[in-house]
């Protein structure tokens, strides 16, 4: 059984930077892609970003692009999002969340396992 936990969400002002973890266990993990997502009041649970636990490639939407980063420690087990330059419109409950599939996914429905989320807040 796969288990994720997400940390490091907060309030911050508009500007302001975030690190987010994701503390990852289970057989077979290192074979997941591993992506963040994020859910807002109200709105579908959308895509930020993805990476693996071996090569260099790394994946993020559009809206974050340039802000996030998305890092792993292997030896840790956690994956990072960090994230730079918030706008108000990043606030959001973000995901952390596991796929087992070949190929890297943008859609929520292909993953797998999924932490229980930690909120981020950016006021204005």
């Known amino acids: 059984q796969v288990q994720l936990g997400e940390s490091g969400g907060g309030l911050v002002q508009a500007g302001g930077s975030l690190r987010l973890s994701c503390a990852a266990s289970?057989?077979?993990?290192?074979?997941?892609?591993m992506g963040w997502f994020r859910q807002a009041p109200g709105m579908e649970r959308e895509f930020v970003a993805a990476?693996?636990?071996?090569?260099?490639?790394?994946y993020y939407a559009d809206s974050v692009k340039g802000r996030f980063t998305i890092s792993r420690d292997n030896a840790k087990n956690t994956v990072y999002l960090q994230m730079n330059s918030l706008k108000p419109e990043d606030t959001a409950r973000y995901f952390c969340?596991?796929?087992?599939?070949?190929?890297?996914?943008?859609?929520?429905?292909?993953?797998?396992?999924w932490g229980q989320g930690t909120q981020v807040t950016v006021s204005s």
């Open positions: 969340a596991a796929n087992r599939g070949v190929v890297v996914s943008t859609t929520s429905r292909n993953y797998d396992y």
């Open positions: 289970g057989p077979s993990i290192s074979t997941y892609y």
């Open positions: 990476i693996r636990w071996s090569g260099s490639s790394t």
